[in-house]
């Protein structure tokens, strides 16, 4: 018991010190470089998206968030989870209590704080995939799934890859996901080192 405090208690020192050599915002929240600020509509995000090619993430934190620290100083560190965000995303950082307003797909124009609440986010990090694909008037046109909370990187890489590749259409995740964890093991790997902080949520609509 007390070698298993003093590993959780080195963590979190480890992840403390990771945040601060992370890059923080004005806002309290850390930054990447390939991180843009919000038009203040989300329609406007999204068509700005799809104008370059590209989907939409939506990633949801809030200042002083301890997995969103891990989120920034461990997955985005690997050179495979940003290679494929930068290619394939625009993505758009907002506060959870954020005052800034913002235009909903609805054209309601409410702060951030309030569009979250709307939108059922109240965990940070939030990891949101929007597409373009076809037309959108509400949030539910556009989400093609959610990942809330922390996600270690061969899942958070995985779950980008489940919809980048197209499984998400005809696959549930743990069938995509099934070979993948064959494979680690195939390498004398323990995939429960690999573990969820929380499972992915699934909007369950097919395009």
């Not at 799809?50 to 934190?61: M, N, P, Q, R, S």
């Not at 307003?101 to 609440?117: C, H, K, P, R």
């Not at 549930?172 to 064959?182: C, K, M, N, S």
Request: proline share 3%; hydrophobic share 45%; net charge negative.
């Amino acid at each position: 018991m007390l070698f298993r405090r003093l590993v959780i208690t080195l963590s979190l020192l480890l992840i403390a010190g990771f945040a601060q050599a992370q890059s923080i915002g004005d806002d309290g929240l850390h930054k990447q470089p390939w991180l843009v600020a919000s038009t203040g509509d989300i329609r406007l995000d999204l068509s700005a998206a799809a104008a370059d090619g590209k989907d939409l993430i939506v990633l949801v934190e809030q200042q002083g968030c301890t997995y969103c620290a891990q989120l920034h100083a461990v997955n985005f560190t690997r050179s495979e989870i940003t290679d494929l965000v930068t290619s394939r995303f625009r993505v758009v950082q907002l506060d959870l209590w954020g005052k800034a307003d913002i235009i909903d797909f609805d054209g309601d124009e409410v702060t951030q704080q309030a569009l979250l609440s709307r939108w059922d986010v109240n965990t940070t990090p939030t990891t949101m995939v929007l597409s373009a694909a076809k037309p959108v008037t509400k949030l539910a046109d556009a989400e093609i799934f959610r990942l809330p909370g922390y996600l270690k990187p061969f899942y958070y890489l995985g779950a980008l890859e489940f919809f980048t590749t197209g499984a998400y259409a005809d696959q549930e995740f743990r069938d995509f996901f099934a070979p993948r964890v064959a494979a680690l093991e195939a390498k004398g790997l323990d995939p429960e080192q690999w573990q969820f902080h929380r499972q992915v949520e699934l909007s369950g609509r097919k395009t």
